[in-house]
């Protein structure tokens, strides 16, 4: 009764799973000599070099002790607290990808607000320097007076 209800839950699993992900298959034939020799591995970029290698050694390690497993409530995969606890198993990447979408989003406008404000404090600053020279002439400023000389010598 218990494998039955397990096997339940694997499929809706797998079935969250295949909505989300899509697998592609490469022929041997395109990868590149030196990938073949390497044995199996993970690539992070199109062109890289392995990034992830497997290491077979640890595959063979297994638990010396057996799991303690407890018992617990039965399994209804039509309820909606299985339905969410699977939910928050699966990785969903039409979910990451908004989600980066949405950060990247975030940080080119938080970027933009930063040069705006930039160039209103440089135009503020301008506004003071011409609203200064009115009222006081240019000889106040020590940066203007020097510029004054310059030019005159």
């Known amino acids: 009764m ?90 969903n990447g039409v979910d990451i990808l908004s989600a980066a979408r949405d950060a990247g989003h975030k940080a080119r406008t938080k970027l933009e607000r930063k040069e705006a404000a930039g160039k209103a404090a440089a135009k503020r600053e301008e506004e003071r320097v011409v609203e200064l020279k009115k009222i006081r002439g240019e000889r106040w400023l020590p940066g203007m007076a020097k510029k004054r000389l310059a030019n005159s010598q």
């Open 2 to 91: 218990h494998n039955v209800k397990l096997k339940q839950a694997q499929k809706i699993l797998n079935d969250i799973l295949e909505k989300s992900l899509e697998v592609v298959c490469s022929s041997s034939s395109s990868l590149p000599a030196e990938d073949s020799d390497n044995g199996s591995g993970v690539h992070l970029f199109k062109h890289a070099p392995r990034g992830i290698v497997f290491d077979y050694i640890d595959e063979v390690q297994r638990p010396s002790k057996k799991p303690k497993l407890l018992p617990g409530d039965e399994i209804d995969e039509k309820s909606k607290k299985f339905k969410r606890q699977l939910q928050s198993v699966a990785v």
